[in-house]
Nanobody, 126 residues
């Protein structure tokens, strides 16, 4: 059974940083892609950043490029999302998701992930 545990959310002032973690189990991590998505109240879900544990390819939404960094520790079956220079518009519930790796940008843009973890709240105050 695929299990994803997201953690690391919290309240931070604008300009601050947070690091989210997604601990995965129940599947062959090296064959999968992990994605971070977010959803703010009244807004559609957005693919923030995704990484293929298979080949290391990554995708970032334009809204987070240059501020967020995704990384994967295959030995720990964990994916991290380092979020720097946070803005109030980054406020949302962040979810991690997993799926067998395909073309990472397409997966992230379209949300082509079959397994989802619970969310972690990120709140950025102005």
């Amino acid at each position: 059974e695929v299990q994803l545990q997201a953690s690391g959310g919290g309240l931070v002032q604008a300009g601050g940083s947070l690091r989210l973690s997604c601990a995965a189990s129940g599947f062959t991590f090296d064959d999968y892609a992990i994605g971070w998505f977010r959803q703010a109240p009244g807004k559609e879900r957005e693919g923030v950043s995704c990484i293929s544990s298979e080949d290391g390819s990554t995708y970032y939404a334009d809204s987070v490029k240059g501020r967020f960094t995704i990384s994967s520790d295959n030995a720990k079956n964990t994916v991290y999302l380092q979020m720097d220079n946070l803005k109030p518009e980054d406020t949302a519930v962040y979810y991690c998701a997993a799926n067998l790796a395909l073309e990472i940008a397409t997966m992230c843009k379209l949300g082509l992930f079959g397994s989802w973890g619970q969310g972690t709240q990120v709140t950025v105050s102005s």
